[in-house]
């Protein structure tokens, strides 16, 4: 069976985030007979990497672009997006 690191904000109890789980669930629909791994040390023993829901590129995961460009996995981003920087939100 292929395995692919799921990288997103999912949190749990009060840090819970709808869009990211969503993200989360499609990916699993998607990919039905893929084990996603949930644990970034697992990286060595995936076949690519899927980054997932929400501001994944900036606020859940500050080491990615090292171990994106470290790893030399495919990888594949589904829903995501990046916060505006230096510009006010509104």
């Given at each position: 069976?292929?395995?692919?690191?799921?990288?997103?904000?999912?949190?749990?109890?009060?840090?819970?985030?709808v869009g990211d789980w969503a993200c989360f669930?499609?990916?699993?629909?998607?990919?039905?007979?893929?084990?996603?791994?949930l644990d970034e040390s697992q990286l060595n023993?995936?076949?690519?990497?899927?980054?997932?829901?929400?501001?994944?590129?900036?606020?859940?995961?500050?080491?990615?672009?090292?171990?994106?460009?470290?790893?030399?996995?495919?990888?594949?981003?589904?829903?995501?997006?990046?916060?505006?920087?230096?510009?006010?939100?509104?």
């Amino acid at each position: 069976m292929k395995k692919i690191l799921y990288l997103g904000c999912l949190g749990y109890n009060n840090d819970y985030n709808v869009g990211d789980w969503a993200c989360f669930e499609a990916t699993q629909q998607l990919l039905p007979n893929i084990e996603l791994v949930l644990d970034e040390s697992q990286l060595n023993d995936v076949d690519a990497v899927v980054l997932g829901g929400g501001t994944i590129l900036r606020a859940c995961s500050p080491s990615i672009n090292d171990t994106l460009n470290n790893s030399n996995k495919p990888f594949f981003i589904i829903g995501s997006g990046i916060e505006t920087y230096g510009f006010p939100e509104h």
